[in-house]
């Protein structure tokens, strides 16, 4: 879907607030719903970061700082 559609709804990919580019894909598979974080290499490669099995309204912090560790990891490993 991200793939293929122009705009995908924030239902499926949202922004992390507060965050430098941080993207969370949301998959729901039967009762079972997952996320994973990604972000943007110059708008047209989507880079999968870290993922998890969401069991609260609430994202851990520690995945996001994961996430985020590993988006700055990305970028230094690209300079």
Known sequence: MIEELHRVPETYLKHIENTDGLFEIRVQQGSDIFRIFCF????????????????TQKTPKQEIEKALKIKKEYENEKK
């Not at 943007?40 to 069991?55: E, P, S």
């Open 40 to 55: 943007f290499d110059h708008g047209q490669l989507v880079v999968l970061a870290n993922g998890f099995q969401k069991k």
